[in-house]
C-alpha cells in the first residue's frame, strides 16, 4: 500500500481506465469509496478496518466481526480521505482479539488495501492490492480484488500462490512491489463507489 508520500507524487501520466474525471479534490476530503469483503470459504472468517487517522479523527480500529460462511459479506468501517494512506480490511481465521500477525508469533492477517488520490489531471486514481504480508491464510485458495468500471481484477485460482494476485517484492529487481494497482477509475471517487474482495 501506497504511504501518503507515494500519493502525492502519483503523476498525471497514468492513462484512464475509461476517460478520466478532470478537476483536482483537496487533500482531507473524504471519498465514496465502500470496500466489501464477500467470504465464499465454507468456514467463518473475522474481519475488521484499520484506516489512516483522517478517516476518524484518532485511531481508526473498528471491532472484529464475523464474516459467515458460504457468502457472508463484511463492510468496511471506513472510507479512505483522498491523498491520506488508505484503509485495510484485516481478515483472519479465528474469532478475536485481533492478531498482530504471523511475524508477531500470532495467527496470521491477510489484508485487503486500498487507498484514493488525484492529481492535476485526474480525480479518481484507486490504489489496491491484496497482501499477505503479516501471513498468508488463504494461499492456494480463489481470491479476488475488483475495483469499479474497468480497473484490472487482481484475481488467483484455486492452487494458485501469492505471485500471482498478493503483493510481494521482487528481490530480483531491486524489490520492485509487484500485484499494487493504480486505476484511474474514469469517475469522481467522492461519489459512492465499490471495491470488492472475494475469499474462496
Not at 54 to 68: D, H
Not at 178 to 187: I, K, L, S, Y
Request: charged share 15%; aromatic share 8%.
Amino acid at each position: 500500500m501506497p504511504t501518503t508520500t507515494e500519493i502525492l507524487s502519483t503523476q498525471s501520466a497514468i492513462v484512464p481506465a475509461s476517460g478520466g474525471v478532470e478537476g483536482h479534490i483537496p487533500t482531507g476530503v473524504r471519498s465514496g469509496m465502500t470496500g466489501r469483503l464477500v467470504n465464499n470459504c465454507p468456514y467463518d472468517v473475522y474481519a475488521w478496518t484499520d484506516a489512516d487517522p483522517a478517516a476518524c479523527g484518532g485511531f481508526c480500529s473498528s471491532p472484529v466481526v464475523k464474516v459467515s460462511a458460504n457468502g457472508g459479506s463484511y463492510t468496511a468501517a471506513y472510507k479512505p480521505v483522498m491523498q491520506q494512506g488508505g484503509t485495510t480490511m484485516k481478515v483472519q481465521l479465528v474469532p478475536g482479539p485481533k492478531s498482530l500477525g504471523a511475524l508477531n508469533g500470532q495467527p496470521p492477517i491477510y489484508q485487503v488495501e486500498y487507498a484514493v488520490s488525484n492529481n492535476q489531471v485526474h480525480t479518481g486514481l484507486l490504489w489496491y492490492n491484496l497482501s499477505p504480508v503479516d501471513g498468508s491464510p488463504f494461499d492456494g485458495k480463489h481470491r479476488s480484488l475488483q475495483g469499479p468500471g474497468s480497473c484490472h481484477k487482481l484475481e488467483c485460482d484455486d492452487g494458485q500462490d501469492y505471485h500471482d494476485c498478493d503483493w510481494w517484492a521482487d528481490p530480483t529487481q531491486a524489490n520492485r512491489e509487484m500485484n499494487v494497482e493504480v486505476c484511474d477509475t474514469g469517475v469522481d471517487l467522492r461519489t459512492p463507489q465499490e471495491i470488492v474482495a472475494v475469499l474462496c
